[in-house]
């Protein structure tokens, strides 16, 4: 199967998401909120929308 999917906080930096898509090989990153109890996934970023 696929790897879990890179998460990046909501405050991460262009430069911080750019390296977690690389890192995690899926063009894709979750994006999460630390300040909820569940870290809940407020949305999703991926490398065409970095890189266009």
Do not use: F, H, M, Y
């Amino acid at each position: 199967g696929l790897p879990p999917a890179p998460q990046v906080a909501l405050e991460a930096s262009l430069r911080e998401i750019a390296e977690a898509i690389t890192r995690g090989g899926l063009g894709c990153a979750l994006v999460t909120d630390p300040d909820t109890a569940a870290n809940t996934v407020t949305g999703l970023i991926t490398d065409g929308d970095l890189r266009r």
